[in-house]
């Protein structure tokens, strides 16, 4: 894509403080908004990260400053990727540049990063409930701060925001923004609703308003009754030419809506709902990608962008899955795809274009596609769930109360497993192993080449118990393929191995996933130290009973070390379930194994320039001080 490298910067290298921005003359912000749109398209098109969504709110952002103040007043971002504006306004444009980089800024709204990051966010649907948490703390302590939560359209597709707005208390100082950038939510029916909008966005029109009201009132006797009449006949004559909405019908105030990237506009409405002084909606329409045409034409492809020199044009696991999944849909009338908002990022969209009345996008919801799933699948289909991670954490009461306890053959594709780097804490795959091995009738599978995932999903979709098959947001590596299937993938997934060099093994590393690599690393600087060890790479990991026969069977020497290593956290991971069926069932010394994975952390403040294995401890210089520490003795 196209950069911008010698845009002059004027205005936001003084900015250092909202105050700093507050300072800029009125008639300038015009220039300042073409500043961050220059400086966005450049750093994101440099690092990746969220373009479409930035460029969209740009005036909605420089508004909010200037009408409210934070820290004292609380700004909430819904997922929070839409706060690169909010981070250049409060000071932070000096390290833009390092945005989603080892050390550098977060992608997404930190409270440990600047106090003007009121709430730390990552996932969608939750902002409105922590704004109400802000707002009715400052109303129970008397504080006359005010929350703003900016919330995107397609949250309004998640449960929470649904939950929270029907815990909304009027008297708050809660502003709600609803950024519609893609679908129309509000009835908004020909020229008199475009005009109405118009004459709602006017100074005089509230002033008008708010006189009108205080008349009434004060008229001794009749002047309550006849305001509340006089009211009622506004609302029932606005309802039948303009359609009532959602909110109003919520018992909140609703203002717009309005063209959210008329910064003017903007800011007069806001000026406005400050005044209200109680929980108001301010409904504005942006366009994601405004200012940068390819963006706006094709806002799902500029949404999350990888940095322009990273090789993410490879196929990646996730591109693959679908390319095979389409291939099964086309064979089986009974095979359903479904995904939460995530279809492109995901390979799901692939199954839309071959089988479209057999393709769910069930928007921000992810417990309801489990249990929706697991409908379909107690009918007799056969449904396969895409979700990353991080995001499968929200339906964990559904895989275990519908999916598995029901015995009802699902099949969870398990995104963006193990370590991410980039987008940080908020989206590192490091607790699914851990949580899903506590579920009885669920096999876990951990395919790391293109043709083991292929296995993997015939081995799922022939089961007749719930399987989860994970996978990384990474692309094949040719070396894992030639060390550990130079002669082929097996028909039936288990444990590939690579004891290359022919020696007496001093010790064993049993693993999965990508962090293999690193594990291949370790163990060819302990060959150059003339210590043999040897690599096991687990296809699946449940149930860990039938693993640890696998294992036992492989490796009859009693005395071998073994290194049990992981992406993911230590505790129920993958060392502890499978290290526990080995002692139990084959007579594991506890002194000969040691487990090396994520140890009670979410991976976060990373070091500059530091891996995010070497952060979570598990890198190969990590790898090779445990196995050292495992052989010291036969070392000494």
Known sequence: MDTVENKTVQYLTGIHSPEDFQAIPSDKMKEVAEEIRAELIRVISKNGGHLASN??????????????????????????HQSYVHKMLTGRYDRIETIR????????????????????????????????????????NGSDAYTVVVIGDGAYTGGMIHEALNNCKKKLRLVIIMNENEMSISKNIGRFAKNLSKLRTKSGYFKTKRWTGMFLRRIPVIGKPTFRIVRGVKKMFKNVLYGSNYFESMGLTYLGPIDGNDYEAVERLLQEAKKIDESVVVHLKTKKGKGYAPAENAPELYHGMSPQKSDYCKTTFSKEMGKMLSEMVKKDQSICAITAAMGESTGMDMIKEVAPERFFDVGIAEPHALTFAAGLCANGMKPFVALYSTFLQRGYDQVIHDIALQKLPCVLLVDRAGLNSGDGATHHGIFDVAFLSQIPNLK????????????????????????????PNASENEEVVQKFYRNGVSRRLGIAKDFSDGQALSAVIVTHGKIVTEAMTATEHLREKGISVGILLLEFLKPYDELSDLLAEMLSDKDVKFLFLEEEVRSGGMGMNLSDQMIRRHGLATDSFEILAVDDSFVDHREIGQSVYAA???????????????????IS
């Open 101 to 140: 980089q080892a050390g550098g800024l977060s992608g997404f709204t930190n409270r440990f990063e600047s106090e003007h990051d009121c709430f730390g966010a990552g996932h969608s649907s939750t902002s409105l409930s922590a704004a109400l948490g802000f707002a009715i703390s400052d109303s129970l």
């Open 55 to 80: 460029l969209g709110v740009v005036e909605l952002t420089m508004a909010i400053h200037r009408v409210f103040h934070t820290p004292k007043d609380h700004i909430i971002f819904d997922v929070g």
């Open 444 to 471: 876990i599978y951990t395919p790391i080449t293109m043709e083991t995932l292929r296995v993997a999903m015939t081995e799922a979709y022939e089961s007749n118990l719930p399987c989860a098959i994970r996978y």
């Open 616 to 634: 979570a401890g598990v890198d190969s210089d990590d790898i090779e001080a445990a196995l050292l520490r495992l052989l010291e003795k036969e």
